[in-house]
């Protein structure tokens, strides 16, 4: 099975855990077999997984999560990185550019689309190998999954089925409604519009073909920002004529928000929290380094994080996008490819880091034309390379690291340092990347 997973948006609902690189699905809060923390993306292929052992994943996103992704899932999945935002089209053109030219997956290979952070459990990925079974046997150009509905949304648009069956062809779709029409809507059959759906590459190579000029994945990535902003669904689904719909009545939830994603974990409280007896309906993520104690509280969530604090009522807890909008404040958190960083203080003329690199994996090697550094090994053993000097570092080692020294440093254990940044245009534009050899 050929999957590509959709991974989009900056996640500010989910804000103080979420910011432009920390997106919903990176947050850890879904335990897995073993007892662990693990983000949506990490359940979600762990899931596929174990449906199907052989499927091969691709995941769009754009270039801000890559590192992410490679913290949490490795070298394990295909990356179609989308250099700017364009929309779901042109995502998934790129992808299935990228699954032929790079990939060398055939034409007639079915390919399963679907977002990277519903909740679900594993029937839902029985049903899509059924779903690129179907599109497999080209009955149909596109075949669409619909989700059977469990309340008149006013949130999903709208598929409406020529029969009640499995599987069916499709009559019609309708935008998002407001409840009174989905109530009707769902009376006469309606299934919600997931954004799952199956088909063979060639098909939509061909229909990418009819609205892009280009010669291969090369190409098409050279002038994707030049791209029209369009959704696959106005682009190509809902101009399709041979389309069909299989329909899923299993467990499907979107967590965009504070109050669905606590209906979906399984303790009230993940990290250092006391709540009182007092506490009602109350749900507290804590991801700092100190103590978060509730009492007295009803139907609230909290969340602590470096980028801040939240404490909300639930049903209002929708609404934050707007407020953390106009907040004006960088990134205090990340996960890299080799590790993760954490700011814990910012002065004029400095920032200090914690950083944490996990073992076998390295810095780029790189240096700053604004600042200086210094790194503190608190921890861990490893080396550094500085201007080409390879030197072993462990707990105590102080290395300073002036201005246009190239650098990098090399976790044969798990290594934390406390990195201070000193210079007057601190910026993360600051860095040139060059391969040690050179």
Request: charged share 25%; glycine share 8%; net charge negative.
């Amino acid at each position: 099975m050929q999957i590509i997973l959709l991974s989009g948006g900056s996640g500010r609902r989910l804000w103080p855990l979420s910011n432009d690189v920390r997106s919903k699905q990176f947050i850890r809060i879904f335990r897995n077999e073993n007892g662990e923390y693990e983000s949506m993306v990490q359940r979600m292929y762990r899931q596929i997984r174990k449906v199907d052992p052989d499927a091969v994943v691709t995941i769009a996103t754009a270039k801000s999560q890559v590192s992410a992704i490679r913290n949490q899932l490795g070298d394990r999945v295909g990356i179609s990185v989308e250099p700017c935002r364009r929309d779901t089209f042109p995502a998934i053109a790129l992808a299935s550019a990228y699954l032929r030219d790079v990939q060398g997956v055939p034409e007639e290979e079915p390919v399963v689309v679907c977002p990277v952070d519903p909740y679900v459990e594993d029937d839902y990925f029985a049903a899509l190998k059924d779903l690129g079974a179907q599109a497999a046997r080209g009955e149909a150009n596109l075949v669409l999954m619909g989700i059977a509905p469990t309340y008149p949304s006013a949130k999903y648009g709208y598929i409406i089925p020529s029969s009640q069956g499995m599987l069916s062809d499709v009559q019609a779709f309708r935008e998002k409604p407001d409840e009174d029409t989905a109530r009707r809507y769902i009376a006469k059959g309606a299934l919600w519009n997931g954004g799952v759906f199956a088909y063979k590459l060639g098909y939509v190579l061909r229909k990418v073909h009819e609205r892009i000029e280009f010669t291969d994945y090369n190409d098409l990535l050279a002038k994707y920002d030049t791209l029209e902003k369009i959704s696959f669904d106005y682009a190509v689904v809902e101009k399709e004529s041979r389309i069909q719909v299989l329909r899923y009545a299993g467990q499907w939830k979107d967590l965009g928000t504070w109050n669905t994603l606590t209906e979906a974990m399984e303790e009230p409280t993940i990290g250092d929290v006391i709540l009182s007896d007092t506490c009602e309906n109350v749900h507290v993520i804590n991801d700092l380094d100190i103590p978060v104690v509730c009492t007295g509280l009803k139907d609230v969530v909290v969340a602590a994080a470096p980028d801040g604090i939240l404490v909300s009522d639930k049903g209002q807890s929708s609404y934050i996008k707007p407020i953390v909008d106009k907040l004006e404040h960088g990134i205090m958190y990340a996960e890299k490819s080799w590790g993760s960083f954490r700011v814990i203080d910012v002065q004029d003329g400095s920032m200090t880091f914690r950083v944490q690199l996990n073992p076998g994996h390295a810095m780029k090697y790189h240096c700053h034309r604004r600042r200086d550094e210094v790194w503190t090994i608190v921890s861990g053993t490893g080396y550094a390379v500085i201007d080409g000097e390879k030197r072993p570092v462990k707990a105590g080692d102080v290395i300073q690291l002036p201005v246009g020294v190239f650098h990098t440093v090399y976790a044969e254990t798990e290594l934390k340092i406390i990195e201070v940044q000193l210079g007057s245009d601190i910026s993360v534009e600051d860095k040139e990347v060059r391969c040690p050899e050179e």
